[in-house]
């Protein structure tokens, strides 16, 4: 067999999907092909108050399922506040899950899949090098994803995101193993979504995009074994197909979503947005301002956004968009190309920078302006003499910093850091 130094091999996995205005409804048919008799749904209180879950609740139950809700999930999931759903969910024997909502209800529900199905520890499973990486030990049971925010695409990835309090850090579980069984996915569900909600989801799911279409080619990496083989390839031809596509729908309706809620072909379009951005990065993975995103949002102070429960929190989407023009400023040399077709995608007609380099940042900068993004990192709180912890934080994302496509070290950060104190 021909040996190779690098990587010739890319996986693609993805989770089947049922899209569209009132999929929702059939919900009950489809836990029944998933052979789930009594199930579980994960929910967080401010979706509970939409109604949706119970609407889910009743059509399970129409279909004759054994259903319970559980209302209480964190927004921005914590160590603590899965070990309360963990603890929840195992006073009972459960076929399957549903989690409704937004990542925070999604991840916890995938966690809670995990931590019920097999024995361990939540540190056993975390990504290295917080946790000890360790694999599930086979598959888990059926869990159906009903994403409420068109955002983290969390119904078609394979990882999970929390909180580790006592650490003040962000990191998860990243195994394909994690990934629904069936993400049910339906754009009527976000029409009451309010619009600091849509803006922050929006600006993750456009980061999810950028990430995954500039992140460091498969083909870039080492060779793997089968076995070491990780969930986060690098970008290749199937993830950058579904990020361009993400990118020009995005472009057409992000502000749309944001500025006239209840319209429901913008909100069509961001839901499909979302769900090709998660087909993208859930595969190829994210880089530089998801690994800054995280200290942004772990070392929160008092910043307190509205449209979110009244607690100091960066939510996920703001705090992985603030650092993003001055990223795509750093990475533009690695392929110009690539940078301004994204820009293209985007702002089919917005004005020619003299400097191609900041094209993209621009196009960013702008629709940020336009949907009510805090004004950088200043906006939410931080001060120049947060930069070193800020990025001692970031670089603990070594899994992320990975598919960067350049190499990124501490100055590097720090500068991206710098830049990013304002974006306009
Ligand atoms: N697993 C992944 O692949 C992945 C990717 C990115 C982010 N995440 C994680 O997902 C979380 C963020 O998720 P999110 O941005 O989807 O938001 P979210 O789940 O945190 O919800 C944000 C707020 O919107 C409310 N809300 C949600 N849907 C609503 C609706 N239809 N109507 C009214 N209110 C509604 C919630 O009650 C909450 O107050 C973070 O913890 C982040 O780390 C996970």
Not at 153 to 172: A, F, H, N, Q, R
Request: with cysteine; proline share 8%.
């Amino acid at each position: 067999m021909t040996e190779y130094l690098n990587e010739t091999v890319f996986t693609w996995g993805g989770v089947p999907l049922k899209f569209g205005a009132g999929a929702v409804d059939e919900i009950g048919y489809d836990l029944g092909q998933q052979g789930a008799a009594r199930v579980l749904i994960i929910t967080d209180p401010g979706v509970a108050g939409s109604g949706v879950p119970q609407r889910v609740a009743d059509a399970a139950k129409a279909a004759g399922l054994t259903v319970e809700v559980y209302d209480r999930v964190h927004v921005e999931p914590t160590d603590e506040s899965l070990a309360e759903a963990v603890e929840f969910a195992g006073r009972s024997a459960w076929d399957g899950f549903i989690g409704v909502g937004g990542g925070s209800a999604i991840d916890t529900a995938k966690a809670v899949n995990l931590l019920t199905t097999y024995p361990g520890e939540l540190h056993d499973y975390l990504n290295k090098p917080i946790g000890h990486g360790r694999t599930p030990p086979g598959p888990l049971k059926p869990l159906v994803a009903v994403p409420t925010t068109a955002g983290t695409g969390s119904e078609s990835t394979p990882v999970c995101v929390l909180d580790l309090l006592g650490l003040k850090v962000k990191t998860g579980i990243s195994h394909p193993r994690l990934r629904p069984t069936l993400a049910v996915a339906d754009p009527l569900l976000t029409l009451d979504l309010p619009p600091v909600v849509t803006a922050a989801s929006g600006m993750d799911v456009l980061c999810h995009a950028l990430e995954s279409y500039t992140a460091k080619p498969y083909s870039a990496f080492p060779r793997h074994s089968p076995e070491t083989r990780v969930a986060y390839c690098g970008s290749n031809p199937i993830s950058d197909m579904w990020a361009e596509q993400s990118l020009r729908l995005i472009g057409r309706a992000f502000r749309a979503a944001v500025l006239t809620g209840g319209n429901l072909a913008a909100r069509t379009d961001m839901m499909l947005a979302a769900t090709f951005a998660g087909m993208g990065f859930g595969n190829a993975g994210v880089h530089i301002p998801h690994a800054c995103g995280y200290p942004i949002a772990g070392m929160v102070r008092d910043y307190v956004p509205d449209g979110y429960p009244p607690e100091p929190l960066v939510p996920h989407g703001q705090s992985v968009s603030l650092t993003a023009p001055a990223t795509f400023r750093f990475t533009y040399p690695t392929d110009p190309d690539r940078h301004l077709r994204a820009a293209e995608l985007l702002a089919p007609s917005a004005v020619r920078r003299s400097d191609p380099r900041e094209q993209l940042p621009a196009v960013l900068a702008e629709l940020m302006r336009d949907i009510g993004i805090p004004n950088g990192t200043a906006a939410v709180g931080y001060t120049e003499t947060d930069t070193d912890q800020l990025v001692t934080g970031a670089l603990k994302q070594q899994r992320l910093l990975n598919v960067a496509p350049r190499a990124v070290d501490a100055e590097d950060l720090a500068a991206i850091f710098r830049e990013s104190r304002t974006n306009w």
